[in-house]
């Protein structure tokens, strides 16, 4: 199921501010998981003010773009804004909790102002409480909650109504690590168990990059890349190979020249036409296919070299983009 | 301890109706008039409206008691209401905020904006609702009035028909009393975050032009010139509105005649479609 796609997407401010730019992307619900089912996790990432918000706004139909054109679950947000909203649950940035009434009843309305009745609204709203993680506190006024109660809050009036699409910006804000790790798990299970697609936005990458199955990078309004997590970190895993420091040099080890074992076997793997780097004590070999294991097992033994570690190293899609940048 | 085992059934589907704009409108407008007279919400939010809704009943209930006892009506049904918008402006001050710059405040207002509703049902929504809680505030005392007035009556079937055709009209106009000054408390009350700055600027916008209205009416003026003062003070013109509607147009203790009756009239339809349309505009631009 195609959840958004958009085709050269602009928002223009009036104040000139260029908010989202000539913005191509696609957002399959298969795609994303990765299976027939629905749900899984989108990484909606860029820097503070690269657009993320805005696009949010845009794709709930509270904002029209200046220019292109926008699907959300088969639906023109600019001209059915009501039929997505019906079917999205959005969870802003910023506070928007009234103090002084208590959660249960504050989902309770939220989830009739999203159309279910009356009496599903409470079942769902204490069952959605519990699926975040508020038990009996959910009956105390909001007012007096922790930040991560509060955010948990925020989640459950946006899942409240079931949606096919929840939209989340910045659900991390104002945690704690453990709150953070928390609401990130939380997530991740929505994604995966509740069949939603979750769009999440962040501003750092490293943080999410860990529940996410596919990541929409922004930079400036334009975008810089989307795809599956695991296609950007394909074909970037490294094997870090460890040698003895040759033990075979020792006996002459007089005239100054002692070549390291890992420079030698860095060596002899780039005569052997495999890319090959060393630092220090280690050799770096990037992972092209399963005989790699078998090349360098090889010039080991060619070498007569004892054989410490061999580890393969998985990128982290974060560094990824720090050395783009 | 049983929630482990409740928490382990696992999340399910919604796969019921799901209702749209109009069950979102009404969901909302039901909610405002509940907030209106502090219903759902602390116990705090329920002392100061109740205590004036309180008063207006208290008066409703003495104007029929001295009309049962002395069978003279101290004042009629448009009457009574032009007499307790000073009441209903203090409600105003409470409720108007409660109702548009809360939601501000607290940016709730997202949250309602992302649900299947446009920004123009919010505010007609909420415009509704108080519209409603207001008129409800003035009818239920005219309703006691009349059920006084209906039982004490010496006068058979007519004396019950005049009732009915004192409370009609107390009726009608309480209605344009609740569209005039609500319309015009819930335009003022959206365009201000802050609550208590909110609630100062509803009274004063009624009270700032009384002093004009006084002026006119010491400096006698040509016939006509108090009336057309007036119309700075809403409440002020309401009154020469339902004199001219509703007592052939004859000023109580006085001998003066109100001769702007229609413009009267088309002021009071100008103000409610005006601040209407306004307080839509005023959302539609509303940050979320």
């Known amino acids: 199921m195609t959840v958004i796609t958009t085709r050269s997407l602009a928002k223009q401010y009036d104040g000139g501010v260029r908010a989202l730019d000539d913005l191509s992307v696609t957002i399959d619900s298969a795609v994303v998981s990765g299976t027939e089912t629905t749900g899984g996790v989108v990484g909606l990432v860029g820097a503070n003010g690269a657009g993320k918000s805005t696009f949010l706004k845009i794709v709930l139909g509270l904002l029209p773009p200046s220019s292109g054109t926008i699907e959300v679950l088969g639906l023109d947000p600019t001209v059915d804004g009501e039929l997505v909203r019906a079917r999205v649950g959005y969870m802003p940035e910023y506070d928007c909790l009234p103090p002084d009434i208590s959660a249960a009843e504050l989902v309770t309305h939220f989830g009739r102002m999203s159309g279910l009745p009356k009496a599903t609204a409470r079942e769902r709203a204490s069952e959605t409480l519990r699926h975040v993680g508020l038990y009996e506190e959910r009956y105390r006024q909001i007012g007096g909650y922790s930040t991560g109660m509060k955010q948990r809050v925020k989640l459950a009036q946006a899942l409240v109504h079931d949606p096919d699409l929840l939209l989340l910006d910045e659900p991390t804000n104002g945690l704690d690590p453990a709150g953070r790790d928390a609401m990130l798990d939380l997530v991740r299970r929505i994604g995966a168990e509740f069949g939603i697609t979750v769009v999440i936005c962040s501003h750092l990458l490293g943080e999410i990059e860990r529940i996410c199955d596919y990541l929409v990078a922004l930079d400036g309004g334009k975008l810089l890349r989307a795809d599956r997590v695991d296609a950007m970190t394909a074909g970037q895993d490294e094997l870090v190979v460890e040698v003895e420091e040759s033990s075979s040099d020792s006996g002459r080890a007089g005239g100054g020249r002692r070549a390291g074992g890992a420079a030698a076997l860095a060596e002899l793997l780039r005569s052997r036409e495999v890319e090959a780097t060393h630092d220090g004590r280690t050799v770096v070999v990037p992972l092209v296919d399963p005989r790699t294991y078998d090349q360098i097992l090889d010039a080991v033994a060619d070498l007569h070299l004892a054989l410490h570690r061999l580890d393969q190293r998985r990128h982290r899609v974060a560094e990824l983009f720090a050395r783009a940048s | 301890m049983t929630t482990g085992v409740i928490h382990d059934l696992g999340y399910r589907r919604y796969t019921g109706p799901r209702l749209g704009r109009g069950y979102a409108f009404r969901t909302l407008y039901a909610h405002t008039v509940r907030t209106a007279f502090g219903l759902g919400r602390g116990v705090k939010a329920k002392i100061f409206s109740w205590t004036i809704i309180g008063i207006i009943a208290a008066v409703a209930v003495v104007m029929t008691a001295i009309k049962a006892q002395t069978g003279e009506a101290v004042m ?141 009416q010491e400096l006698g003026g040509s016939e006509g010139t108090t009336e057309l003062v007036s119309m700075v003070s809403p409440p002020t013109a309401l009154s020469y509105l339902s004199v001219w509607l509703y007592a052939d147009g004859k000023v109580p203790y006085s001998d003066d005649q109100v001769v702007h009756g229609p413009l009267l009239l088309v002021y009071a339809v100008v103000v409610i479609a005006a601040c209407t349309a306004l307080l839509v505009a005023r959302y539609r631009k509303v940050p979320a």
């Open chain 2, 76 to 216: 009629d049904g448009p009457q009574f209401v032009d007499n307790m918008a000073t009441l209903v402006i203090l409600l105003l001050a409470a409720v108007a905020p409660e109702l548009t710059s809360r939601d501000q405040q607290t940016r709730v207002l997202g949250l309602y904006l992302a649900r299947p509703l446009r920004r123009s049902d919010y505010a007609l929504a909420r415009l509704g609702g108080a519209v409603t809680a207001i008129f409800l505030v003035l009818a239920g005392p005219l309703l006691i009035m009349f059920a006084g007035g209906a039982l004490s009556t010496k006068d058979g079937a007519s004396g019950v028909g005049d009732a009915a055709v004192d409370t009609a009209q107390g009726l009608a106009h309480a209605a344009t009393h609740a569209l005039v000054l609500t319309t015009i408390s819930l335009l003022v009350a959206a365009l201000i975050r802050r609550r208590a700055i909110a609630a100062a600027a509803v009274v004063a916008v009624f009270l700032i032009a009384l002093p004009a209205v006084g002026l006119a």
